[in-house]
Nanobody, 114 residues
Framework: VQLQASGGGLVQAGGSLRLSCAASGSIFSINYMGWYRQAPGKQRELVARIATGGSTNYAGFVKGRFTISRDNAKNTVYLQMNSLKPEDTAVYYC?????????WGKGTQVTVSS
């Protein structure tokens, strides 16, 4: 499974960005799709994930600001990020779990200026 993420960039605090991540290749039974992020000097942390049936989980620091969604027909997951803060600056990695194996995208940089 290959994951291609897009949509990162530079935005001012309070602004919005939308990340997309499309899965391709030998896909059998994708369960979760989601996003982690890693800021410089920090550990990678879960941002949000969504199951095939649509149930979602969010990290506490993004609740009410970020919305995750997916298009199962396109094997694509989206992350709408609103009210961005400088502390949201990080490399965002999409991931998916297919038949119990976890696959990662290369990451897309999100930079929020104050």
């Amino acid at each position: 499974v290959q994951l291609q993420a897009s949509g990162g960039g530079l935005v001012q605090a309070g602004g919005s960005l939308r990340l997309s991540c499309a899965a391709s290749g030998s896909i059998f039974s994708i369960n979760y799709m989601g996003w982690y992020r890693q800021a410089p000097g920090k550990q990678r942390e879960l941002v949000a994930r969504i199951a095939t049936g649509g149930s979602t989980n969010y990290a506490g620091f993004v609740k009410g600001r970020f919305t995750i969604s997916r298009d199962n027909a396109k094997n694509t997951v989206y992350l709408q990020m609103n009210s961005l803060k400088p502390e949201d600056t990080a490399v965002y990695y999409c991931y998916t779990i297919d038949l119990g194996r976890t696959f990662w995208g290369k990451g897309t940089q999100v930079t929020v200026s104050s």
